[in-house]
Structure formats: C-alpha cells, structure tokens
C-alpha cells in the first residue's frame, strides 16, 4: 500500500483539511505510484504560519549554539539515512544514483556547515565618537521565513534555505515542489527527531498557487526566499515586496560554454556533454549552450556528439542519465525540437525519445546536440530545461563574449581556454552570477555565494556560505553610553 505522508504543522504530522491526496510516480515507470502528500490548501497554510509566528520568540532567544547543536544531530540523523534517502530522491524526480547520493550528501553537509554557523554569529565593535560608550552591530533574525522550493534539486535547495534560516533564528514555512516533496519532509522528520521545538518549521505539501501564494501573501512571513522558473519567480517577486517582504528569487537560466580556438576540442566536449547532460539537463546552471570559435567547431562538435550518443540512459539506480521529471517537462523538450528543427538549426544527435524495454514506459529523452544555430533562435535564447545543447560558430572571442551575453539570463557561465588573458577578460565581462574557467557550468561549492544576474535572479540577496545568513539577519546597531 502506498504510504500517505502529512504536514508538519506544529510539531506534528497532521492531515490537510481538504481530505484529499496527491500521489507521485515514478518519472522512470510512471504507472509507479511512490507515495502520496497532502493536497492542502491556503488555510493549512495559514495554519503553518499561525505555528511559526507562535514560535518565533522562543526560537530567536534560544542561543546560538543551542541552535547549531540541533542542526548538527539532524545533519548527523540525515547522514544516517543517506541509502534510504538516495531511494527516494531516485524515486520521485528520478536523477541518476550517483547525482542523487551526491545532492543527499551535500543536504547534510549542509545542515553541519550551518550548525557550526549558527554559534558564530557575531557583529563587529566599531570606535566610538564619545567617551564611555560602546558602539557595536547585533545579527537578529528576520522572523518567520517563507521558503518555496523547485523539484530539481528537492533536498538539496529546500536544506540550504532551511538550513540558515535556523542558524540565524528565524522560524520557517516550507512549500516543497508538488512533484517531489518526499524528501523535503525527511528534512523536518530528522530535525524534529533532532529535538527542534514545535512550530520553529512548518512544511506543508500541495498547490503553489494556494500554499505558495498564502505562505508570500500572509501577514505573518517576513521573508520569501523562492526558487523555480522566471514566470512565477518574477510574479512572487512583484506579490511579496508589494507586501513589503525582504525577499529573494533564484530562477532560470541559458547557461553558455564558450569554446576558444586555443581549447582542447575533447576537454571542452567532456566539460560541456557534462554540463549539459549531467542530472538530465534539469540543473539551473545546465549547459544549453556551447560557443565554439570556428578553428576548433568541427572537431567540437563530432567529440560532443560522441558523447551524447554514448550516454547510457535508464531507470536512474542502475543509468547513467534519468528520465525528465514529469510528461509535462518531456513534452515541452520535443517540442524544442520541433521548433530548433522548424527554425533551421542541424539535429546532431538525440532528438527523440530512446526505445527499449528499460525505457518504455518512462519520460525519457535522448540527449540532442544542436548545431548551426543562429543565436537569435529561441532554442538559443530560451530555457529548455532537458539535455539539449544548441551549439553557434564564431569568429573570434569577443563575439563568442557577445553572442554568451546576448540572452535574458544570466546564472553560470563558462569558457574554455588555454589563453590566460582571454580567460580573464570572459572573468571580467561575462553576465552571470557564476563564473567558470575551464570548468562546467554546473556543480557548486557550499562555502561561497549563489545567485544569478539579469531574469535569472532578484539580484537582492546571494544564497549560500556566509552571503545566505545576510538574507536571513537584519543588523541592529547599538549605541551604550555607560
Ligand atoms: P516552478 O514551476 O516555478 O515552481 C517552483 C515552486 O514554486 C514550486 O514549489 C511550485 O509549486 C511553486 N509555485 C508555483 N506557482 C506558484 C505561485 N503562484 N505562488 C507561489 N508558489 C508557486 O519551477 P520548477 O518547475 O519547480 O523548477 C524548475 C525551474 O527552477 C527552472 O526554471 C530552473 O532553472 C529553476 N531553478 C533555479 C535555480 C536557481 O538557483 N537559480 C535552482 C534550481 C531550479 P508546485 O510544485 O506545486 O507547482
Ligand atoms: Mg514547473
């Protein structure tokens, strides 16, 4: 029988009010049903906030490494459960084995960076004008914080909100991504076996546009930290500072390889084939789209098409590429290659879905390399979010720095090349939050900041390392005169 999951509301695992279900399947074997979550509803929400307004003051007070101690027994109880948790994450969004371990271990690392941040948040001492007085700056939470999470990476992103808002003393209402939010609850179940107080996280499963929407419109949140797609990232942004919230949304992306003449064209296929197949194409900072100066296209593109031809796809325990997450986002990927195809753009490799008895019931996709694409095109421009690469030919590095600037986004960026100046100026001038040389688009550090430039991100507050507790404090400055 399938396991029916609650919210956590208030320290406890309580039903929806609505009464109803929502079951998730298995994206590798669709008629799969994993489990099933609340369906809920903008009162449970509100419910969820009720509880995280109630424990906010004793959460606030609570002393900083009273906090982090919590943070470390979940990180260790999380560390604990890594097989059962790669099971689940595999189950549900379907990434391969090896991603799926690696986003696990990075959620408990997570949580143990964090628990160790949270008894060392200090302000700074400054001199003061007068005699007898002590000038000096206190980090206060911001209250209770809103978080909102996409399914790509549904323990990996809903740990590094969680994980700071804690740290830093705020209490937290979670909405998880409808299409795999088992994961997520593992989150509250180990930090409330870990000892959280009741009420300190709330995570409430269904509809972003009734749980979602209460949790940014509701009086009592104080922050919104959301990440997914630009369309509702942008319109969260506009609802949540019209209600006068702090907030920050990390959104979509059209991340660019730049391939030098100076590069190795098989380095940059393996950097690009991995940025660009890697987790099924569904990774925020993905490659979508490799730049190749025109001494070294040819032989790129025939290294890149090898790979994307010999990448073994399949149910995500035992292949090394998973299906897409859902019908809805395979669909929208062929139809990328309808329009690429309409638009006069070279089908390389892939396009199709792939046949055999592994992968006959699931969302499958065939990783597709694009060549002679013209960067007006949309399948240049736009977010594909599938193992697509759409390669352009240019004559030299200042138009492969034009042509990886000329989109809306502006996430990650990478460039190949052997040129040590060539590789500062694409430091020096490249859009994107994230910069790489030599280096896929993909794959982060948890110590440092993330974030993108342009539609990619409000531009507000950088996520991650010491920048993610800036979103969730507010300094006070204080002056004593004793
Ligand atoms: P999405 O469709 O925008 O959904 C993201 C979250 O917002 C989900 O929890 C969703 O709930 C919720 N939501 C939907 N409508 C809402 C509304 N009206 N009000 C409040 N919340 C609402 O994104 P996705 O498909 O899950 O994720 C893929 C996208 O995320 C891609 O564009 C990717 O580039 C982006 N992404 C960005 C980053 C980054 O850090 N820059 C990282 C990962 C992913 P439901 O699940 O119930 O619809
Ligand atoms: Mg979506």
Redesign the pocket.
């Known amino acids: 029988m399938t396991e029916t999951n609650e919210n956590y509301v208030h320290g406890e695992w309580v039903p929806s009010e609505t009464g109803e279900t929502i079951d998730v399947t298995n994206p590798a074997n669709p008629s799969e049903i994993v489990a099933s979550y609340q369906q809920s509803s903008a009162a449970d929400a509100t419910e969820a906030v009720d509880a995280a307004v109630a424990a906010a003051e004793e959460w606030r007070t609570t002393p900083g490494p009273e906090r982090g101690s919590i943070l470390r027994e979940a990180g260790t109880l999380l560390g604990q459960r890594k097989e059962e948790l790669t099971d689940l994450l595999v189950a549900e969004e379907g990434k391969a084995r090896a991603e799926a371990a690696g986003e696990v271990q990075r959620a408990i690392d997570i949580f143990h960076y964090f628990s160790v941040k949270a008894a060392d948040l200090g302000g700074t001492v400054k001199g003061p004008s007068g005699r007898n007085t002590t000038l000096y700056t206190r980090r206060e939470p911001v209250g209770v914080a809103a978080l ?6 549904p323990i990996a ?1 809903p740990a590094w909100k969680l994980a700071p808002a804690l740290a830093a003393g705020n209490t937290v209402v979670l ?5 795999a939010p088992g994961v997520a609850l593992e989150l509250a179940k180990a930090l409330d076996e870990a000892g959280l107080p009741d009420g300190v996280l709330n995570v409430v499963t269904g ?3 009734s749980v ?2 209460e949790f ?1 419109e509701n009086e009592g949140t104080d922050a919104v930290s959301f ?7 942008e ?2 942004y506009e609802q949540a500072t019209d209600a006068g919230k702090r907030v920050q949304t ?4 059209k991340n660019p390889t730049v391939v030098a003449a100076s590069a190795d064209p098989a380095e940059a296929a393996d950097i690009v084939a991995t940025g660009g197949f890697g987790t099924t194409g569904q990774s ?1 900072t993905a490659c979508s789209r490799a730049i190749v100066h025109e001494d070294v296209y040819d032989e790129f593109v025939a290294e890149l098409v090898d790979r994307a031809k010999s990448i073994d796809i399949g149910p995500g325990n035992d292949h090394e590429m998973g299906p897409q997450v859902s019908q809805s986002e395979l669909e929208s990927t062929l139809e990328y290659v309808d329009i690429a195809e309409d638009e006069g753009a070279t089908l390389a490799a892939g396009g199709g879905v792939p046949e055999g008895d592994d992968v006959e019931e699931g969302y499958f996709v065939e990783p597709t390399v694009f060549t002679d694409v013209d960067p007006e095109m949309r399948i240049a421009q736009e ?1 594909v ?1 599938g193992p697509v690469v759409a390669v352009m030919k240019v004559s030299d590095f200042d138009e492969g720095i034009d042509v990886a600037n000329g989109v809306e986004y502006g ?1 990650s960026a990478s460039v190949v090349t052997d040129d040590h100046t060539e590789a500062n100026r694409f430091v020096d001038e490249a859009e994107a939050g994230v910069v790489k040389v030599n280096e896929k688009t993909t794959g982060l550090e948890l110590h440092v900041p993330f974030g ?1 430039f342009k539609r ?1 991100s409000s531009e507000t507050w950088r996520e991650q390392g010491d920048a993610g507790l800036d979103f969730y404090t507010i300094e006070k400055i204080v002056y004593d005169n004793y």
């Open positions: 909102v999470t996409p399914w790509n990476y992103i909405k998880p991504a409808s299409l509809p972003g546009s979602g929407n940014i990440t997914g797609s630009s369309q509702v990232g319109m969260v990390e959104l979509g992306g925020c977010e979010f996430l993108g990619s």
